[in-house]
């Protein structure tokens, strides 16, 4: 409730709950249990003050996760009516994220399984009048990103389709991903001691290209500051034709809630 009522003060219009699935066989093989009523009260203290558009992220291919229980939990999401949803695929990596070793493999839906989950939710959403934004997006129809499809304006960044126009996104904290006029910044993982001397905590880098398949790399700097950056592309290509970075790839891995 507090962190509702602060965010509406701030002038936030928008938030991203991270459901996942409501099987609460699941949300203990992943260490998320949150129920039903739990999201419902979140998302109603959010609307309450202010922030009314707000975004459901789930997931198929979660332990112990079956076609009927992904249903179930879209059916349950869309009850709610959310203004959109993302619906992830699980990506168990044990080697990247050493929590995941907590996972049985045998747990995990094979990728036959894994396709039926990730269509079965498609058609539940779709049936319950979202709009299918791309791959893995839904909206409904007035929300901006459903309008912006229609209108063929929806451009890509790299944590998903957005009808935003702005060319430069500042990303806050750790892991944060950043866009600037040439590609894309990251933030450290990990706390380091760039943050204790007033420096940019810049970490990685990636110049996007006109280009889908070359990529300019320059690693970054030892100080982990962008500033000297060179600034050599100068064409303003849509963003759906430029080369997105390995971390850009890589960013629903360290993103997805469930995976933490």
């Known amino acids: 409730m507090e962190m509702a009522e602060a965010l509406g003060e701030a002038g936030v219009t928008r938030a991203s709950l991270g459901v996942q699935s409501f099987d609460p066989v699941v949300q203990v093989a992943v260490n998320r249990v949150q129920t039903e009523a739990q999201i419902a009260a979140a998302l109603e203290n959010l609307r309450q003050h202010g ?3 707000v975004n459901f992220d789930l997931m198929y291919g979660l332990p112990y996760q ?4 992904c249903v179930e939990t879209a059916s349950m999401a869309v009850a709610m009516r959310p203004d959109r949803l993302a619906v992830f695929g699980y990506a168990h990596i044990p080697s990247f994220k050493r929590n995941q070793r907590l996972i049985e493999q045998a747990a995990l839906p094979d ?7 990730a269509a079965a939710m498609a058609e539940t959403l779709v049936a319950a009048g979202y709009r299918e934004i791309g791959l893995d997006h839904f909206a409904l129809p007035e929300d901006e990103l459903g309008v912006a ?13 957005s009808a935003d126009t702005c060319k430069t996104l500042i990303g806050f904290g750790a892991s944060a991903i950043g866009r600037l006029g040439d590609g894309y910044v990251q933030n450290e993982v990990q706390p380091a001691p760039t943050l204790d001397r007033s420096e940019l905590a810049t970490s990685r880098r990636q110049r996007a290209t006109v280009s889908p398949t070359k990529t300019a790399y320059e690693p970054p700097s030892a100080s982990g500051s962008c500033a000297i950056w060179r600034r050599t592309c100068r064409q303003s290509a849509p963003p759906t034709n430029l080369t997105l970075s390995r971390f850009s790839r890589l960013s629903a891995w360290r993103h997805s809630p469930a995976t933490r």
């Open 51 to 53: 922030i009314s558009r």
């Open 149 to 161: 499809q229609k209108a063929r304006r929806l451009r890509r960044n790299s944590l998903g389709y």
């Open 111 to 117: 990728s036959a399984v894994r396709a039926e989950q």
């Open 66 to 69: 079956t076609v009927e229980s």
